[in-house]
């Protein structure tokens, strides 16, 4: 029998170093077509982490809460400039309930693959149509499987490089299940963290129906935050889904 779902395990594990290991993401760009869709809204945040979105979109003067499983990454915010004015709910994402509708919620950085089932991603996006005002947003940001470097078994790859820091990630493919089983090598003069993380993938298309079980239609899709068409080539999408009406 598989273990229970643990919503709190990677942050735990990562919480103290995460802004570190988020440094090549591209937030100022992520902050900005966030901005632009909320439209002057309310925000939502699912997994709002240590607020790496959340602060830069308060302090734009948007309204920003979240909805976090890591009480460890929740107290990571709390200690930064602002932190403690974004209200935050500690608990699985696919199923805490915050107080109000919001323009738009937010699930970035292939968070949607933490959760370990069709059908935990399945309520995920029907908790955040159940967040929405009408005509309001819910933007996934997700890498696209790529199953051709598994051909031969388990992977191991080089994810950065720096006089810093060297990461590499060992993974593990379970494709009846559509899980990757992943950890993360991280080596610094500090020593070696180790960071498991699992993923339950899904291709585009299983995203888009997910959206239309919970009353949503796909209203763009691009390659990155920037706006870049999305291809045969793409490697993650944004992927922008609109609530067509009451959740």
Same mark, same amino acid.
């Given at each position: 029998?598989?273990?229970?779902?643990?919503?709190?395990?990677?942050?735990?594990?990562?919480?103290?170093?995460?802004?570190?290991?988020?440094?090549?993401?591209?937030?100022?760009?992520?902050?900005?077509? $966030?901005?632009? $869709?909320?439209?002057?809204?309310?925000?939502? *945040?699912? @997994? #709002?982490?240590?607020?790496?979105?959340?602060?830069?979109?308060?302090?734009?003067?948007?309204?920003?809460?979240?909805?976090?499983?890591?009480?460890?990454?929740?107290?990571?915010?709390?200690?930064?400039?602002?932190? /403690?004015? #974004?209200?935050?709910? !500690?608990?699985?994402?696919?199923?805490?309930? !915050?107080?109000?509708?919001?323009?738009?919620?937010?699930?970035?950085? +292939?968070?949607?693959?933490?959760?370990?089932?069709?059908?935990?991603?399945?309520?995920?996006?029907? +908790?955040?149509?159940?967040?929405? *005002?009408?005509?309001?947003?819910?933007? !996934?940001?997700?890498?696209?499987?790529? $199953?051709?470097?598994?051909?031969?078994?388990?992977?191991?790859?080089?994810?950065?490089? %720096?006089?810093?820091?060297?990461?590499?990630?060992?993974?593990?493919?379970?494709?009846?299940?559509?899980?990757?089983?992943?950890?993360?090598?991280?080596?610094?003069?500090?020593?070696?963290?180790?960071?498991?993380? +699992?993923?339950?993938?899904?291709?585009?298309? *299983?995203? /888009?129906?997910?959206?239309?079980?919970? @009353?949503?239609?796909?209203? %763009?899709?691009?390659? /990155?935050?920037?706006?870049?068409?999305?291809? /045969?080539? %793409?490697?993650?999408?944004?992927?922008?889904?609109?609530?067509?009406?009451?959740?």
């Amino acid at each position: 029998m598989a273990a229970a779902f643990d919503a709190s395990a990677y942050g735990r594990s990562i919480a103290d170093i995460y802004d570190a290991t988020a440094r090549d993401l591209p937030t100022e760009a992520t902050v900005e077509r $966030l901005f632009r $869709l909320a439209g002057g809204g309310p925000v939502l *945040e699912f @997994g #709002i982490g240590t607020g790496r979105l959340a602060l830069p979109l308060a302090a734009r003067g948007l309204t920003v809460a979240g909805v976090d499983g890591s009480p460890e990454m929740v107290a990571e915010l709390r200690r930064k400039p602002g932190g /403690d004015r #974004i209200p935050v709910a !500690v608990g699985d994402f696919s199923a805490t309930r !915050v107080e109000g509708r919001f323009a738009l919620v937010v699930l970035t950085a +292939n968070t949607i693959f933490a959760l370990p089932s069709q059908d935990a991603q399945v309520e995920c996006f029907r +908790n955040a149509a159940g967040h929405l *005002e009408p005509g309001g947003r819910f933007v !996934v940001e997700a890498w696209v499987p790529d $199953l051709s470097g598994f051909a031969r078994g388990p992977a191991l790859r080089l994810l950065s490089l %720096s006089e810093e820091a060297v990461t590499a990630e060992a993974a593990r493919l379970a494709p009846a299940t559509q899980m990757m089983y992943t950890t993360r090598v991280r080596m610094t003069d500090e020593g070696l963290r180790l960071l498991p993380a +699992n993923h339950r993938y899904a291709w585009p298309a *299983e995203l /888009d129906l997910m959206g239309r079980l919970a @009353g949503m239609t796909l209203e %763009s899709r691009w390659a /990155d935050w920037e706006g870049a068409p999305f291809g /045969d080539d %793409s490697r993650a999408h944004v992927s922008v889904y609109r609530l067509t009406g009451e959740a």
